[in-house]
């Protein structure tokens, strides 16, 4: 039970790799998972596939207010936040994202909700975790953030930017002696319904846009949600207590 008595809190834990790394979590005996997101509908239909140890709390995580609201919540009715995922994420709408076509408000809201709710959750946590002897975060980027995105140019900057975030929040925490790590992983495209949405973007025939994906990645295989929670799972636990800024990518060898 690599979790045992841990308090974890999964931001937009609802869905896709979120509700996999919190019913992995939930499995290894963590003592309380708290998943964040938008829609309470999903957040309650979560909870009730987590079982007892879940509690869902509504969450934009732009808002700056609401990520100190969410981490005193949890330190109030657990005692301490033990695991922090920032995993909220968004690949943007339909708009183009080159650099010719994508406009100005469309490059912030992307920012604000792959890049900011980040910066805001090491915040909130680092305050919480340093007083209370430390914790892992765990910041989920993505291969869009090793690589040149030209379709996707706001999503690939925001996720660029989180791998320095990460190992500035690492390096911080360690000079301090907070007792706190922060590492990043990154996915390639992962086997869901989003995947597909942003294969879409690619090519209307998803399953041509798929082969042509695939031809790039050196394993031949989509990743799954179970991949990308593994992985989150490890920089949680304690089995990496000496890891600390540092980024694991979830690719099949994409991107590396």
């Not at 305050?127 to 999503?155: D, E, K, W």
């Not at 000079?175 to 294969?199: A, M």
Request: hydrophobic content about 45%; some cysteine; glycine content about 12%.
């Amino acid at each position: 039970m690599r979790l045992a008595g841990k308090v974890c809190l999964i931001s937009g834990g609802t869905a896709g790799i979120g509700l996999t790394t919190a019913e992995l979590f939930a499995r290894h005996d963590a003592q309380a998972v708290v998943v964040t997101g938008r829609d309470p509908e999903r957040g309650a239909e979560a909870v009730e596939r987590l079982g007892g140890n879940a509690w869902y709390l509504p969450q934009d995580v732009v808002d700056e207010d609401r990520w100190d609201g969410v981490v005193d919540a949890v330190v109030a009715r657990y005692g301490r936040l033990d695991i922090l995922v920032n995993n909220a994420g968004w690949i943007g709408d339909e708009q183009a994202q080159d650099i010719e076509e994508v406009e100005l408000e469309q490059w912030r809201r992307i920012l604000a909700v792959n890049l900011d709710s980040v910066m805001l959750g090491c915040r909130a946590a680092v305050r919480v975790m340093g007083a209370n002897g430390g914790g892992s975060i765990v910041n989920v980027s993505s291969t869009a953030g090793l690589m040149s995105t030209p379709l996707f140019t706001a999503y690939g900057a925001a996720k660029a930017a989180i791998t320095q975030l990460t190992k500035s929040v690492a390096v911080h925490c360690a000079w301090r002696r907070y007792g706190i790590r922060c590492n990043s992983v990154h996915p390639g495209l992962i086997e869901t319904d989003l995947g597909d949405r942003v294969l879409a973007l690619f090519d209307p025939d998803v399953d041509r846009a798929r082969t042509a994906y695939l031809a790039r990645v050196p394993m031949g295989e989509l990743g799954t949600p179970d991949d990308a929670a593994a992985a989150i799972l490890y920089l949680a636990s304690d089995e990496s207590r000496h890891v600390t800024g540092t980024q694991l990518v979830v690719s099949g060898g994409l991107g590396v």
